[in-house]
């Protein structure tokens, strides 16, 4: 959630709009790089002839659907549906979790499982957008010295390696390193195209729908197997709705519509002008429309391009994937913010790592970019199909919008994104079956996880019990167990049941500590909680047996640190004198093990308990001291 600047504060919201230049539209502002040149390629299996006629219907239909799928679909309807200020496909599932949907739970399931197969598709796109687009940045060097061949994939793993090193420094700092690039990005490639146009102007007629329809119906064999290569111009648009929470839809909406659309725009006619010239610059049609003095200086600034579009989907990834730890689909991750400002500026350290292992494997596997140009495709498409689906479902259920609006929104946008998606299906055994196993794998993972996670939970409710009543048996009696000297601090999930090392405890051991506090921490969507109000204190109905209940909450911006927020605590509302020179601290470890019971099938079993692995050490996490410490752990079969 954005934390949005006062209607006077300008710079704030230029501030934000030069942000989301340098994270959100890297990856679709750089695709003028290859997309013509994809298109017309010679070598493809269903080659575009290239003619006038064709020529005109490419750039048309290019233009059309960057306006139907990203304008449209994405920035002026799918960014109006947001969970809190967060966007992406994981936030039209939080949206359809949270509200009774018609068809009642099998319909919710249904599009809940869609929605996570197209954020695992996503997650696919995050992994190919880096290693394709600095990729064919690079190859640009081979058009100003054919011996820069032999460099290519080592300068790629470079950059690729600096690019995920620095994501610790912050999304926001990203951003205004990047913005400025972003900027003189779109200004030189607006400009060049208008050079490209001034030669031909001609190409202007290509706005028009009627060429697009035309090329579309009138060489209907040429055009759909061209609707592959033609996605490549709407890559990146996920990214604008994903990275949503990093920088608010206004910000978005403004750089879009005022800087990157019609620098785009511009680039695809005036490579369309230089194709109808000489239709030798097929080639190249990019970077031939720099003249020859610019060439090297436009592959550098290609190059650092293509590294902010690697941004836009790392960004986009990690705030999927803390999205997806919140909803219950991967294990609890560490998510460091690194805004004060803006919730949704996040890192995520173990998909950062993941994903840079993940993208240097792929630049080494293909080495080129044309090997993972057909790859690039169906990740967008599935998204792009899945992501309007549940954005006129969201409006049917929760905005009650009329049924004859829906369907006249849904259907032609619905039959463009299926169009696409069907197009790249021809490209399955050319490489299009890459981001489908990915999305495959991770769809797996996050399904396995969250099924294994309710297993866990309902056993792990069953085994604890009430808090209440547990508290309740000791004061009915006493004498079950012996009470020592020392205080005890249980971190537990709330208050509704009982810590498992405190049971544990009391049921193996007979005894309790003579203070014992059981700790929740809660963090707030807010930066900072004043430290007067970090602590509250629930006595568990009884005010002299030494049990209480605190909650202490945190900002998303702070860490928290128990030890601190423990001396914090009015000795008059603990039931006695902590002594907090040595506590001792209890976690609750659970041990996972494969049980016979058919909960799931077993490999699925073993693939949730791998996955339980990554989940953050919480004695790190909350700043427990290592040698006060105790962990207790019990067993669950799942």
């Not at 003249?291 to 836009?312: E, F, H, K, M």
Request: net charge neutral; aromatic share 10%; charged share 15%.
């Amino acid at each position: 959630m954005v934390a949005q600047a006062p209607s006077g504060h300008t710079g704030s919201r230029v501030a934000l709009t030069v942000g989301a230049l340098g994270v959100v539209f890297g990856d679709i502002g750089t695709s003028p790089i290859y997309t013509l040149q994809t298109v017309f390629n010679p070598d493809d299996p269903h080659p575009v002839p290239v003619s006038r006629d064709n020529i005109f219907g490419v750039v048309s239909l290019v233009f059309w659907s960057v306006m139907i799928i990203v304008t449209v679909t994405y920035v002026l309807l799918a960014m109006r549906a947001d969970n809190e200020g967060e966007g992406g496909i994981m936030a039209l599932i939080t949206l359809l979790r949270r509200w009774t949907l018609p068809g009642g739970r099998r319909t919710a399931v249904m599009l809940a499982a869609l929605g996570i197969f197209g954020a695992s598709l996503f997650l696919g796109d995050s992994m190919i957008t880096p290693a394709i687009s600095v990729l064919s940045a690079v190859e640009g060097a081979k058009t100003v010295s054919s011996s820069m061949g032999d460099f290519v994939v080592p300068i790629t793993a470079v950059i690729i390696l600096v690019l995920f090193l620095v994501q610790r420094r912050g999304t926001a700092a990203v951003g205004r390193v990047f913005g400025p690039i972003m900027i003189a990005w779109f200004l030189v490639i607006g400009a060049c195209g208008i050079g490209g146009i001034t030669k031909n102007p001609d190409i202007l007629q290509a706005l028009s729908p009627t060429y697009a329809l035309g090329f579309l119906f009138g060489h209907f064999g040429i055009a759909f197997f061209a609707l592959a290569a033609i996605v490549l111009a709407v890559t990146g648009a996920e990214a604008l709705y994903a990275d949503m929470g990093h920088f608010g839809r206004s910000a978005i909406t403004r750089a879009w519509l005022l800087l990157v659309f019609p620098a785009c725009v511009l680039s695809y006619l005036g490579q369309g002008a230089l194709i109808l010239d000489n239709p030798a610059n097929i080639s190249a049609p990019f970077f031939l429309l720099t003249p020859g003095w610019g060439r090297l200086a436009i592959v550098l600034l290609a190059t650092a391009a293509t590294v902010i579009a690697s941004q836009a989907v790392i960004t986009g990834a990690f705030s999927v994937a803390a999205q997806a730890a919140q909803l219950g689909y991967l294990p609890r991750l560490r998510v460091a913010h690194t805004s004060e400002t803006t919730v949704g500026q996040i890192y995520v350290p173990w998909i950062n790592w993941l994903l840079m292992v993940s993208v240097l494997t792929l630049v080494f596997a293909f080495r080129s970019s044309e090997a993972l140009a057909y790859a690039f495709g169906m990740a967008v498409t599935g998204t792009i199909s899945i992501t309007t689906l549940l954005f006129f479902y969201v409006a049917r259920a929760r905005w009650q919008t009329p049924m004859w609006l829906v369907l006249l929104g849904a259907i032609p946008l619905l039959t463009v994104d299926l169009l696409f998606f069907a197009a790249n299906l021809t490209k399955l055994v050319h490489g299009a079956w890459l981001p489908l196993l990915i999305a495959v794998l991770a769809f797996t993972i996050m399904t396995t996880w969250q099924r294994g996670r309710e297993i866990v939970t309902a056993e792990r409710e069953h085994t604890e019990g009430s808090l209440r009543e547990f508290v309740d048996g000791l004061r009915a009696d006493p004498s079950q167990v012996v009470t020592v000297p020392g205080t005890a601090i249980f971190l537990n999930r709330g208050k509704e049941t009982a810590p498992l090392a405190m049971r544990a405890n009391v049921e193996h051991n007979h005894v309790r500590h003579r203070q014992v506090v059981i700790l929740t921490i809660h963090t707030e969507m807010v930066p900072r909680i004043p430290v007067a109000e970090r602590i509250s204190v629930d006595h568990l109905g009884y005010a002299d047996d030494g049990i209480i209940h605190v909650t202490s909450r945190y900002g998303y911006m702070e860490t928290p640190n128990v030890p601190a927020a423990l001396r914090l605590l009015d000795p008059a509302d603990t039931e006695g004198v902590l002594d907090l020179d040595r506590p001792s601290y209890f976690l609750s470890k659970i041990e996972l093990l494969r049980g016979d019971a058919p909960t799931m099938a077993m490999w699925r079993k073993r693939l949730f308990i791998a996955t339980s692995h990554i989940t953050a050490d919480a004695a790190e996490y909350f700043a427990l001291p290592r040698e006060h410490t105790v962990i207790m752990g019990s067993q669950i079969e799942v």
